[in-house]
C-alpha cells in the first residue's frame, strides 16, 4: 500500500481497515493533520495527536476569556484584559491599549480564517514582551562607545 501524503491543512480520510492494515502511515498522517476514520458500524472517528487537542482545549479557553472580557462592562478594555492576562499591567500605558486592541483583532480575525491558533501566538509574543519589561529591558539608554573598537576574527 502506498504512503499517505497530505498537504498540511488537509484532513485525511480513512477506512478503520486502512488503519488495521497500514497502521504506521495512518499515525503518521495524523501527526501532520486530523485523520477522519470512517467504519461501517458507527460514527466516524477523528485521530489527532495530544498537541493539536491541547491547543484546541487552549483556543477555547482564550476563547471564552475573550468573551467574558467583552461582556464586562467594569473598566477599560485594557483593565478587563488584564483579569485573564495580569502580565499586560507590565506594559507600558500605550502598549497596553495596543496589546488589548491587538488581541481582540487577532481573535477576531483568526476565526474568520479559520486559524484560532493565530490567537495563542499573538497572546504569547505579547507576554513575551511584557516578560522582557520586568526584566528591565529597553528601559536604559544604550552606552555608545565614544571610539571604535577593534576586534580580532574568532577563527584567526
Given at each position: 500500500m502506498a504512503p499517505i501524503t497530505l498537504t498540511p491543512a488537509e484532513r485525511r480520510v480513512v477506512q478503520s481497515s486502512e488503519l488495521s492494515r497500514n497502521s504506521a502511515a495512518v499515525f503518521a498522517a495524523a501527526e501532520e493533520a486530523?485523520?477522519?476514520v470512517t467504519r461501517r458500524d458507527g460514527e466516524t472517528l477523528v485521530l489527532t495527536t495530544k498537541r493539536e487537542t491541547a491547543a484546541h482545549e487552549r483556543i477555547l479557553e482564550v476563547a471564552a476569556q475573550l468573551i467574558a472580557v467583552s461582556l464586562d462592562d467594569r473598566g477599560t478594555l485594557e483593565d478587563r484584559l488584564a483579569r485573564p492576562f495580569p502580565w499586560i499591567k507590565l506594559l507600558s500605558v500605550q502598549d497596553q491599549r495596543t496589546c488589548a486592541q491587538d488581541i481582540i483583532d487577532t481573535a477576531r480575525g483568526a476565526f474568520v480564517?479559520?486559524?484560532?491558533?493565530?490567537?495563542?501566538?499573538?497572546?504569547?509574543a505579547w507576554q513575551n514582551t511584557a516578560e522582557a519589561v520586568a526584566a528591565g529591558w529597553g528601559q536604559e539608554e544604550p552606552d555608545w562607545l565614544r571610539e571604535?573598537?577593534?576586534v580580532k576574527k574568532p577563527r584567526a
Open positions: 486530523p485523520v477522519e480564517v479559520n486559524q484560532p491558533g493565530r490567537i495563542l501566538t499573538e497572546i504569547k571604535p573598537v577593534a
